[in-house]
């Protein structure tokens, strides 16, 4: 494919999981209702943390995949190169969801924290579509490096979102 459309390409599908994600957001936040005792910031603080289990469970199950495949081809050795492409290719989705997480967690949990009862459905929302974009990164990569594009915005726009939400919570307090 020439440089030019690969671009294109990416920019498309990515542009419909930036989409996807936030609309994603939106829909399912406002299918929840705010959960009792939510006015406290220990009750938001361990809901918040609930919305981070479908994540941590999907990198978990991301590690798995990989040691099942290495012990499956025998490739014991990482430093002789002879990782099969799955190996290779989950390394990498591996690598980049810890990186996509490490900004998540925290934003979340600040949003969560800084944010009234009012806000948990959004935070709750954004632990399940940021571990379905996660996913969809995954099998995306799997499939096609190009097919990365929408789970990798989605991600993005998540992580945007969370950590604009955590911003203004605070701003707003002070």
Do not use: H, K
Request: aromatic share 10%.
């Amino acid at each position: 494919m020439p440089p030019g459309l690969a671009r294109l390409t990416s920019l498309c599908l990515g542009g419909f999981g930036l989409v996807a994600g936030l609309w994603a957001w939106r829909e399912l936040a406002a299918l929840i209702a705010v959960p009792d005792g939510a006015s406290t910031m220990g009750v938001r603080l361990g809901l918040a943390s609930a919305a981070l289990l479908p994540t941590a469970l999907l990198l978990l199950l991301m590690t798995v995949a990989s040691f099942t495949a290495r012990f499956v081809t025998a490739a014991f050795d990482p430093l002789l190169g002879a990782d099969p492409r799955f190996v290779r290719c989950n390394q990498r989705v591996i690598s980049n969801t810890v990186e996509q997480t490490a900004v998540f967690v925290p934003a979340l949990l600040a949003w969560a924290a800084g944010a009234g009862a009012a806000a948990m459905p959004g935070v709750l929302a954004a632990g399940a579509v940021f571990a379905a974009s996660r996913l969809a990164f995954w099998v995306g990569y799997l499939a096609n490096p190009f097919g990365r594009a929408p789970g990798m915005a989605a991600s993005i726009a998540l992580n945007f979102l969370a950590l604009w939400m955590a911003g203004r919570a605070w701003i707003w307090a002070w």
